[in-house]
């Protein structure tokens, strides 16, 4: 591919991303793709992106067979140049497919299967965070939290251990609780437990070219969260966050694309990783208005053009005020 060639951007699992897919249309503008394109699949006709994008298709759920089939069949059909995923349950599948999008001159905005395993996987994450030298929070198990009270004191966050989107975390403030988020493991999942983080919470939205080199770090503080998604937020020029997520991203194996890392940061200076997500965040579109225009600049590697990245080129102190909008759209296009 050149620069000025004509680009296809598929938004995988669109669900409500019309922010993200909105920037990518807007990078295609940027960098000459013209007239480049911005595709998007759900398993879902409700989908607010499905019906922002440029055409959309629906696709067979992940765990339907036909799924890798007719994506490829779609990118192949609609001369796909990047597939960007959106959600942590699909990333196995397109780790295990890779190769045969790459074949087909598809490329997966996504980092190494390594990064992707390290991300899914909580006791992973703490134990890489670890061995890394990270820092981060202490972490056991209900049964070991519950045995030794006095090393485990209240209260104390749980997790499902293969966990996403804040789905099942939650506070627990004694003993009693604990036993019933243990009890309900066979609904949540492998639950672990770690020691309250202090200070504030942030989301760093990471950048990382095919070099594995971090282009941009952005902190985000979160001043609201519902449903897992941030829906208040500001960016904060913090050297400790940024060379925090700079080295993490580089330290990764095999990272590559968007991620974002969750911080808490005190008053005293302490810093917390608490989790590593290897895709777009939620927020993300903060960052974006911002400055750090993640899909511009991917597209512009992808091209082989001058880059126009820059790591200090956003705006600190950019609140995010989120709100409910809708997509208008007639029902009987649906079986059109």
């Known amino acids: 591919m050149r620069a000025g060639e004509p680009v296809t951007v598929l938004i995988s699992s669109a669900g409500r991303r019309v922010e993200l897919l909105r920037g990518f249309r807007r990078a295609l503008e940027a960098v000459g793709a013209a007239p480049g394109r911005v595709l998007a699949t759900d398993c879902s006709w409700y989908s607010s992106a499905f019906h ?3 055409e959309a ?3 067979p759920r992940l765990g339907d067979p036909e799924f890798v089939p007719r994506l490829l069949e779609l990118c192949v059909k609609h001369r796909v140049d990047l597939i960007v995923p959106t959600i942590d349950t699909e990333m196995p599948v397109w780790v ?3 190769d045969q999008f790459d074949e087909i001159g598809t490329t997966i905005a996504l980092s190494h299967g390594d990064v992707v395993a390290i991300a899914a996987d ?3 994450t703490h134990d890489w965070l670890v061995t890394q030298g990270f820092p981060t929070v202490d972490q056991t198990t209900p049964a070991e939290a ?3 009270p006095d090393a485990w004191p209240f209260p104390l966050m749980a997790k499902p251990r293969y966990g996403s989107a804040g789905l099942g975390v939650g506070l627990v403030r004694d003993a009693e609780e604990l036993a019933l ?3 309900r493991g066979h609904e949540l999942g492998e639950i672990v437990v770690q020691r309250v983080a202090p200070g504030i919470e942030h989301t760093i939205d990471v950048l990382v070219d095919r070099a594995g080199r971090c282009v941009c770090a952005v902190p985000r503080r979160r001043i609201e969260v519902r449903a897992g998604e941030v829906s208040k937020g500001v960016t904060v020029r913090s050297a400790a966050l940024e060379d925090l997520a700079a080295r993490l991203g580089e330290a990764l194996p095999g990272a590559y694309g968007a991620l974002n890392v969750q911080v ?3 008053d005293a200076g302490r810093l917390a990783v608490i989790e590593i997500n290897a895709r777009y965040g939620g927020g993300f579109p903060l960052s974006l208005e911002a400055g750090a225009d993640f899909p511009r600049w991917m597209l512009e590697e992808l091209l082989g053009a001058p880059s126009t990245a820059s790591p200090d080129g956003w705006r600190a102190g950019l609140v995010m005020l989120r709100y409910d909008a809708a997509v208008f759209v007639d029902e009987q296009s649906r079986d059109q």
């Open 264 to 266: 808490f940061a005190d």
């Open 146 to 148: 519950l045995a030794h």
């Open 181 to 183: 988020v243990a009890r």
């Open 52 to 54: 922002d994008a440029d």
């Open 96 to 98: 295990a497919h890779r």
């Open 122 to 124: 909580k006791q992973r």
């Open 57 to 59: 298709f629906l696709v």
